[in-house]
């Protein structure tokens, strides 16, 4: 008996060879510094997690939540999304609660890709857009996201034959791994081209709220026409450091929502409700800690672009998201030169190739690691140069 064609054609998920790699290091006693994954070390704020202690000991928490959710987490989205975005959400219409973004991304492909159906792909892109669609039984079309075109997709360059026959595309802004940011007027242009294809765009915006130096990264349905074509999924993971929680939204197109939601219903039983209950603490709260974060990351990103800068390798500065997209010296590929810096000091980046063919030629670093290690990480890295 064989795993089905379906699990035998995906592909190993990136961080899990990442992982395997230092824990190989670690087993030899090695001591490794990781800027690989996006995951926030700094704790999530005190007010959340005494909430969540709180809901955890009404017994009214401890039984089967709604895949829907609860009405107030629903309605404490859409507050947060008019506050922050000036977006109007219907709480019982535009709104559906995930366990995390990246379940609603992943179930999302099934709400809209049959067998034989493009989506469009970035490229490179956080992996689940594609290995979705595969899953449902479709085919990714890359849209390259290159330097000459701020990483944003170049609609002109998609063939209208593709076009027609795509259902989907998928975006994200702040960028995952790029770090490049959208702007207003090219979700415009991506609406117009919705519209003219009639396609579903789903804007994947976990990023938003990580953002530096004044800037304030947009949503996409605060374009005019955006809810009638599109969804966007948005996280507490990255915002309010929660990413162990698993507490995230999917806000937008009510017809789209409610698919979302019955694929959903069939398959899991929403978010524990006192997780539930921290996050409308997330929402309605203080949101001073986001300021705060964000002044940690910034630092953070200075020192290191600082070093990366010194070491040779192209480097603009994000003004947002947890990640530094840096440009390998000639000569290299983005496979051996994160290699050469595992082997020889041991500092974990992410080759760009493992979010497709054009991170060809980059690493990816995030902001995430605790100040000691970065610290000891930029002294090794300082120390070293790449020879050729
Ligand atoms: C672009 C992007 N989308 C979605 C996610 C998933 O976030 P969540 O923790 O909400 O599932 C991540 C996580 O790294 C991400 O980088």
């Not at 049959?114 to 595969?134: E, N, R």
């Not at 944003?152 to 795509?166: F, G, N």
């Not at 054009?358 to 000891?376: C, H, K, M, Q, V």
């Amino acid at each position: 008996m064989r795993v089905s064609k379906r699990v035998e054609g995906l592909p190993p998920y990136l961080f899990v060879e990442i992982s395997q790699k230092i824990a190989e290091k670690k087993a030899r006693g090695e001591k490794v510094i990781s800027f690989a994954i996006g995951d926030p070390d700094i704790p999530t704020p005190d007010h959340i997690i005494q909430r969540l202690c709180q809901a955890a000991r009404d017994p009214a928490n401890h039984r089967y939540p709604e895949t829907y959710g609860l009405a107030e987490f629903r309605q404490a989205i859409a507050e947060w999304y008019g506050q922050r975005f000036a977006v109007i959400l219907d709480p019982d219409a535009e709104v559906l609660p995930l366990i995390g973004s990246k379940e609603g991304i992943g179930h999302a492909a099934f709400c809209f890709v049959d067998p034989g159906d493009i989506a469009l792909v970035p490229d490179p892109a956080y992996p689940v857009y594609s290995v979705s669609t595969m899953l449902a039984g479709g085919e990714p079309y890359y849209m390259p996201l290159t330097e000459e075109s701020d990483f944003l997709p170049d609609l002109e360059q998609i063939p209208p034959e593709v076009a027609h026959r795509a259902k989907l595309m998928w975006l994200n802004y702040p960028n995952n791994p790029t770090a490049a940011v959208a702007g207003i007027d090219f979700f415009q242009r991506v609406v117009e081209f919705a519209n003219k294809y009639d396609l579903v765009v789903c804007h994947d915006a976990p990023y938003t709220e990580v953002a530096f130096d004044g800037y304030r990264p947009v949503s996409f349905l605060q374009v005019p026409g955006a809810k009638d074509v599109g969804m966007e999924f948005h996280s507490l993971s990255k915002s309010f450091n929660m990413t162990g929680w698993r507490v995230g939204m999917a806000v937008g197109n009510a017809q789209w929502r409610d698919a979302l939601m019955r694929v959903k219903s069939n398959l899991d039983s929403g978010i524990p409700q006192a997780i539930q209950y921290a996050a409308i603490e997330a929402l309605r709260g203080d949101q001073e800690c986001i300021r705060e974060h964000n002044a940690i990351y910034e630092r953070r990103r200075n020192e290191m672009v600082k070093v990366l800068r010194e070491m040779g390798l192209r480097v603009t500065p994000p003004k947002a998201s947890l990640y530094i997209w840096a440009g390998v010296p000639e000569g290299y590929t983005s496979a051996e030169f994160a290699t050469r810096l595992l082997e020889e000091v041991g500092v974990v980046v992410t080759p760009g190739t493992g979010y497709g063919r054009y991170g060809e030629g980059y690493i990816r670093l995030s902001l995430t690691t605790p100040d000691a290690e970065i610290a000891e990480g930029l002294a090794r890295l300082s120390a070293w140069r790449p020879s050729r």
